[in-house]
Nanobody, 124 residues
Framework: QVQLVESGGGLVQAGGSLRLSCACS????????MGWFRQAPGKEREFIAH????????DYADSVKGRFTISRDNAKNTVYLQMNSLKPEDTAVYYC?????????????????WGQGTQVTVSS
């Protein structure tokens, strides 16, 4: 059974940075498309970024493009989300997700495995 565990969330001031990590166990990490989503209070979960199996292809939501960077280390079975220039509107629970699909994927239904989430709060 694939398990995903996020870490690295916390409280940061606007303009600051955080790096989220998501550790994968129970599966062959290097064969998974990995994604990050977030859900703010009262809002639907939204796509943030994804990265292909080998890390050569990435995609970002317009709201984070140029500020967030997704990366992965297949030797450590971990995917990262570097978040810079954080804004109060980035406040949300951040989730990582995985699935073995050979194509870009922005929809929640594209992902079979999910972590429990980590809270990110950006103060103004």
């Amino acid at each position: 059974q694939v398990q995903l565990v996020e870490s690295g969330g916390g409280l940061v001031q606007a303009g600051g940075s955080l790096r989220l990590s998501c550790a994968c166990s129970g599966g062959t990490f290097s064969t998974y498309l990995m994604g990050w989503f977030r859900q703010a209070p009262g809002k639907e979960r939204e796509f943030i970024a994804h990265i292909s199996w080998r890390g050569g292809v990435t995609d970002y939501a317009d709201s984070v493009k140029g500020r967030f960077t997704i990366s992965r280390d297949n030797a450590k079975n971990t995917v990262y989300l570097q978040m810079n220039s954080l804004k109060p509107e980035d406040t949300a629970v951040y989730y990582c997700a995985a699935n073995r699909i050979p194509r870009p994927a922005r929809q929640m239904n594209d992902y079979a495995y999910w972590g429990q989430g980590t809270q990110v709060t950006v103060s103004s």
